[in-house]
């Protein structure tokens, strides 16, 4: 494989899930129908080989924006669009099975507040705006649970950065995780990551959010007897 791609920037290795089973015709016929008009604008290198960046305020007519970052099968972010009409989302998810899943959801009960990225986030980042999203989620990411693929998870620097960058001032960011090991790095890179952690008591990790909707990721965790963790940051 070339050590660039075409555009000069040097190729990002991808480690995560692209596709599971074989998708359902249905499914099939809402990636091809529904995706297009869904996008947040052009990500993608071949859509954007300049990296210009995205005109959020023409493209969600000035609403704030939140990004959730791998929503899976999109329950929390579905759910999160009713009950914030006013507030633009960003879904970001690169596994097809889950996009295809979201986008049955929006068939079935339309959220118009709803954008989606079907691909890796940090092509996402690379055309964000500078502070121009106003709260961030990540919920159950790949917990990569083996010592050696620790690198491979989220709560790196190659995505903490790009994620700062991108949050406004004050903005939130949520994190919800029922791996201990994966709170560990979360309490340690985060904050190196310029974030203030909000917690004052240990109640503020132990209880969901008030907007919470505990989704499948987290009702198999307690299932298996984890226990979820709920951590807030706010960017400096």
Not at 78 to 92: D, N, R
Not at 98 to 105: D, E, F, N
Not at 114 to 123: F, K, L, N, T
Request: proline share 10%; charged share 30%.
């Amino acid at each position: 494989m070339a050590e660039n791609h075409p555009s000069g920037t040097p190729w990002r290795n991808f480690y995560g899930r692209l596709k599971g089973h074989n998708l359902k015709p249905h499914q099939q016929a809402w990636l091809d129908e529904d995706l297009e008009s869904l996008k947040p604008g052009p990500v993608s290198w071949e859509e954007n080989p300049k990296r210009s960046p995205l005109d959020l305020t023409k493209r969600f007519d000035g609403r704030p924006v939140w990004l959730e970052v791998g929503f899976g099968a999109g329950e929390h972010m579905h759910h999160m669009a009713a009950l914030h009409p006013k507030v633009a989302f960003i879904g970001c998810e690169p596994y097809l099975n889950g996009v295809a899943m979201l986008l049955g959801k929006l068939r079935r009960d339309p959220r118009p507040n709803i954008s989606v990225h079907a691909g890796d986030a940090r092509d996402l980042f690379d055309v964000l705006p500078e502070g121009s999203i106003d709260k961030a989620f990540l919920l159950y990411p790949d917990p990569w649970p083996k010592a050696r693929h620790h690198r491979r998870r989220f709560v790196t620097s190659e995505h903490l950065q790009p994620l700062h960058r991108v949050l406004k001032p004050g903005a939130k960011f949520r994190v919800a995780t029922d791996i201990p090991d994966y709170v560990r790095q979360a309490m340690e890179e985060v904050p190196k990551a310029g974030f203030d952690w909000l917690a004052e008591k240990p109640e503020d990790w132990r209880a969901p959010w008030d907007d919470w909707l505990s989704t499948r990721y987290e009702q198999k965790a307690l299932r298996e007897g984890r226990v979820p963790h709920y951590m807030a940051f706010r960017r400096v």
